[in-house]
Nanobody
Framework: QVQLVESGGGLVQAGGSLRLSCVAS????????VGWFRQAPGKEQDFVAA????????YYADSVKGRFTISRDSTKNTVYLQMNSLKPEDTAVYYC??????????????????WGQGTQVTVSS
């Protein structure tokens, strides 16, 4: 069993920054993929970013490229999502997820095996 716990969400003004953390326990990651997704009220869950643990390859949704950065700290088994230049449309619950099956479909929620409980990000205009 893998447990994922997100933190770092909150209320921020447009143009501000937040850093989300996702701490994993129950498994020491080596080559898995960890992703961030978000879901706004009344909308579908959207892919935000992902990182392949071993190689460090990163993937981003077009809507966050150049503003968000995903990274990992192997010593802490933790993934971060640095979010800069935040916009009101970034408001959502943000979830981290782990894919233990080494799928190439990093943007698809269905390939992820474990999910965190989510953390709320609210960007005011």
């Amino acid at each position: 069993q893998v447990q994922l716990v997100e933190s770092g969400g909150g209320l921020v003004q447009a143009g501000g920054s937040l850093r989300l953390s996702c701490v994993a326990s129950g498994r020491r990651f080596s080559s898995e993929t960890v992703g961030w997704f978000r879901q706004a009220p009344g909308k579908e869950q959207d892919f935000v970013a992902a990182i392949r643990w071993g190689a460090g390859n990163t993937y981003y949704a077009d809507s966050v490229k150049g503003r968000f950065t995903i990274s990992r700290d192997s010593t802490k088994n933790t993934v971060y999502l640095q979010m800069n230049s935040l916009k009101p449309e970034d408001t959502a619950v943000y979830y981290c997820a782990a894919d233990l099956g080494f799928s190439t479909k990093t943007t698809m929620p269905g390939v992820y095996d474990y999910w965190g409980q989510g953390t709320q990000v609210t960007v005011s205009s």
